[in-house]
């Protein structure tokens, strides 16, 4: 949007004096002016942050400034994250506020209220010998999937029934009616160029590279954030490099596809993973298979802009609130009562939320002479993600303020207060098991993630070394075991008794998956 409004459109002014682009009669359109050739230098924009992102992951980048993010730093980011988009979802809830409030009851009731409510059928045999496990928390592992059921089904009642329940403007109501998919095709693959190649200027360079680094400190937040929520370890380096290669390559083949948008991690998906405390990576690829389906169908995908935009402001409200606390949560590990602390978060929280109000209000200030640098400018004074990482991490790292005081000697374990019932596992092996290569990975590309510039995309060969020595104490553990007796009933070398099997916890019990 900030590029669209720098530029110079070629087109008729109407009585207000208002610029108005002419509609390009053909998907090849290339004239000056046109929307179609604004949708290419934004197609450009992303085409340059994919570059820009796949660059930071490759070379490691991400993954060194990730580990020198501390608590003072964390902290303040994953609030503003979920603070700065109060505004769209006050917009979203106000086409209707009774449907907004009805999702935010039924997720905060089932997330919250009946979370360890477990239905009896709703269990499983194991694979191994006849047993079954317990039932898992059915309302909370739905506690997102069916609110929104159950609302959409209402206001799709309401409109059957021709009552008014929805109050949109004249633009949101055309919109809503452009996107009509009676007429879509059912199948209909996209390709490069189809809606023109992506157009390179100074001002779509300026504006990816501003993509780039928003989007990478946001998905870095996604990624703390994913592992918090789910009680996972520390984020190592190659991890998060990881994905925001992945990320990259999505917007580059966003960028060449036509689209105005990139891709990124969602807050709102890691935060719904938070509410659900499932976490799995078959889910996270099965929803990617579907996502791929939708694409190649415009009938079904155009059944997701029938979505009222009340349910998109309850799921904003909902899930960004989590966002918001749990980067409170991270002031425990802090001395927040130090003056330096105080300073810190106050200052870069208070600017993350006045440098954009006052740009939005007046851009016309930030003017150097040079459209593609203010368009730098103004594209990144305008993200509060953005000034809060800026502004924390720079403060964080250059005032003076003793190791306990910055909380870097604390552990930043997901589960604190539960250290004695880890795993047996070291963290470093919870690390590895957690954000470690799928194993079909680990066999296709044996050597070559050792070379440059893959190498800082896999785990080190410390880690690897820790993990095949885990391997091998447990192989060697179950090679003693008797048949139907499990490994962790063995005695202690040099006890005569035997241990109990460790009961997992009521918060512990829905993770019963690999955490994505």
């Given at each position: 949007?900030?590029?669209?409004?720098?530029?110079?459109?070629?087109?008729?002014?109407?009585?207000?004096?208002?610029?108005?682009?002419?509609?390009?009669?053909?998907?090849?359109?290339?004239?000056?002016?046109?929307?179609?050739?604004?949708?290419?230098?934004?197609?450009?924009?992303?085409?340059?942050?994919?570059?820009?992102?796949?660059?930071?992951?490759?070379?490691?980048?991400?993954?060194?400034?990730?580990?020198?993010?501390?608590?003072?730093?964390?902290?303040?980011?994953?609030?503003?994250?979920?603070?700065?988009?109060?505004?769209?979802?006050?917009?979203?809830?106000?086409?209707?506020?009774?449907?907004?409030?009805?999702?935010?009851?039924?997720?905060?009731?089932?997330?919250?209220?009946?979370?360890?409510?477990?239905?009896?059928?709703?269990?499983?045999?194991?694979?191994?010998?006849?047993?079954?496990?317990?039932?898992?928390?059915?309302?909370?592992?739905?506690?997102?999937?069916l609110p929104f059921a159950v609302v959409c089904i209402v206001c799709a009642i309401l409109s059957h029934l021709h009552v008014p329940w929805e109050s949109l403007d004249l633009?949101?109501?055309?919109?809503?009616?452009?996107?009509?998919?009676?007429?879509?095709?059912?199948?209909?693959?996209?390709?490069?160029?189809?809606?023109?190649?992506?157009?390179?200027?100074?001002?779509?360079?300026?504006?990816?590279?501003?993509?780039?680094?928003?989007?990478?400190?946001?998905?870095?937040?996604?990624?703390?954030?994913?592992?918090?929520?789910?009680?996972?370890?520390?984020?190592?380096?190659?991890?998060?490099?990881?994905?925001?290669?992945?990320?990259?390559?999505?917007?580059?083949?966003?960028?060449?596809?036509?689209?105005?948008?990139?891709?990124?991690?969602?807050?709102?998906?890691?935060?719904?993973?938070?509410?659900?405390?499932?976490?799995?990576?078959?889910?996270?690829?099965?929803?990617?298979?579907?996502?791929?389906?939708?694409?190649?169908?415009?009938?079904?995908?155009?059944?997701?802009?029938?979505?009222?935009?009340?349910?998109?402001?309850?799921?904003?409200?909902?899930?960004?609130?989590?966002?918001?606390?749990?980067?409170?949560?991270?002031?425990?590990?802090?001395?927040?009562d130090s003056g330096r602390n105080i300073f810190i978060v106050g200052f870069a929280m208070f600017m993350a939320l006045l440098v954009p109000r006052w740009l939005g209000t007046?851009?016309?200030?930030?003017?150097?002479?040079?459209?593609?640098?203010?368009?730098?400018?103004?594209?990144?004074?305008?993200?509060?993600?953005?000034?809060?990482?800026?502004?924390?991490?720079?403060?964080?790292?250059?005032?003076?303020?003793?190791?306990?005081?910055?909380?870097?000697?604390?552990?930043?374990?997901?589960?604190?207060?539960?250290?004695?019932?880890?795993?047996?596992?070291?963290?470093?092996?919870?690390?590895?098991?957690?954000?470690?290569?799928?194993?079909?990975?680990?066999?296709?590309?044996?050597?070559?993630?050792?070379?440059?510039?893959?190498?800082?995309?896999?785990?080190?060969?410390?880690?690897?070394?820790?993990?095949?020595?885990?391997?091998?104490?447990?192989?060697?553990?179950?090679?003693?075991?008797?048949?139907?007796?499990?490994?962790?009933?063995?005695?202690?070398?040099?006890?005569?008794?035997?241990?109990?099997?460790?009961?997992?916890?009521?918060?512990?019990?829905?993770?019963?998956?690999?955490?994505?």
């Amino acid at each position: 949007m900030v590029l669209s409004s720098h530029l110079s459109l070629s087109a008729s002014t109407n009585r207000n004096g208002t610029a108005v682009a002419s509609a390009c009669p053909a998907p090849h359109c290339t004239i000056a002016g046109s929307r179609a050739a604004s949708l290419r230098e934004v197609s450009g924009a992303v085409l340059v942050s994919g570059l820009i992102q796949l660059v930071l992951g490759v070379s490691g980048t991400c993954g060194w400034a990730a580990r020198h993010c501390g608590p003072m730093v964390l902290a303040p980011t994953l609030s503003i994250i979920g603070l700065s988009a109060y505004k769209e979802a006050a917009f979203f809830c106000s086409t209707n506020w009774g449907v907004a409030l009805l999702l935010m009851f039924l997720a905060v009731t089932f997330s919250q209220h009946l979370g360890s409510c477990r239905l009896p059928f709703c269990a499983w045999p194991q694979a191994r010998g006849g047993s079954t496990e317990p039932p898992v928390p059915t309302l909370r592992t739905f506690s997102v999937l069916l609110p929104f059921a159950v609302v959409c089904i209402v206001c799709a009642i309401l409109s059957h029934l021709h009552v008014p329940w929805e109050s949109l403007d004249l633009a949101m109501a055309q919109l809503s009616w452009a996107n009509s998919t009676f007429h879509a095709p059912w199948f209909r693959i996209p390709y490069a160029g189809e809606w023109g190649w992506p157009l390179l200027t100074l001002r779509a360079l300026a504006a990816g590279i501003a993509m780039a680094i928003g989007c990478s400190m946001n998905s870095v937040g996604c990624y703390v954030l994913c592992g918090r929520l789910l009680r996972a370890p520390r984020l190592p380096p190659h991890a998060c490099n990881r994905g925001l290669c992945m990320e990259g390559l999505g917007s580059l083949l966003a960028g060449l596809l036509g689209t105005p948008g990139g891709t990124a991690a969602s807050i709102a998906n890691t935060c719904a993973a938070g509410l659900t405390e499932a976490g799995s990576r078959p889910s996270v690829q099965v929803s990617a298979l579907v996502c791929v389906v939708l694409g190649m169908s415009p009938r079904l995908a155009g059944l997701l802009t029938r979505i009222p935009l009340a349910v998109h402001g309850g799921v904003l409200c909902v899930t960004y609130a989590v966002a918001v606390g749990t980067g409170i949560s991270y002031f425990q590990y802090a001395d927040i009562d130090s003056g330096r602390n105080i300073f810190i978060v106050g200052f870069a929280m208070f600017m993350a939320l006045l440098v954009p109000r006052w740009l939005g209000t007046a851009p016309a200030h930030l003017a150097t002479g040079w459209v593609p640098l203010d368009l730098l400018f103004l594209s990144l004074l305008m993200v509060p993600v953005f000034l809060t990482g800026f502004l924390s991490f720079f403060l964080e790292n250059t005032v003076s303020g003793t190791v306990e005081e910055r909380g870097l000697l604390s552990e930043l374990a997901p589960q604190k207060a539960g250290a004695g019932n880890h795993h047996p596992r070291g963290e470093r092996g919870e690390a590895s098991h957690a954000y470690g290569l799928p194993a079909g990975l680990r066999r296709l590309l044996p050597s070559s993630c050792k070379a440059f510039p893959c190498c800082f995309l896999c785990p080190g060969s410390e880690e690897e070394e820790e993990e095949k020595k885990e391997e091998g104490s447990h192989a060697a553990e179950e090679g003693t075991a008797a048949p139907g007796e499990e490994t962790h009933l063995l005695p202690r070398p040099g006890s005569g008794e035997l241990q109990p099997a460790r009961r997992p916890s009521e918060m512990e019990m829905p993770m019963w998956h690999t955490v994505a």
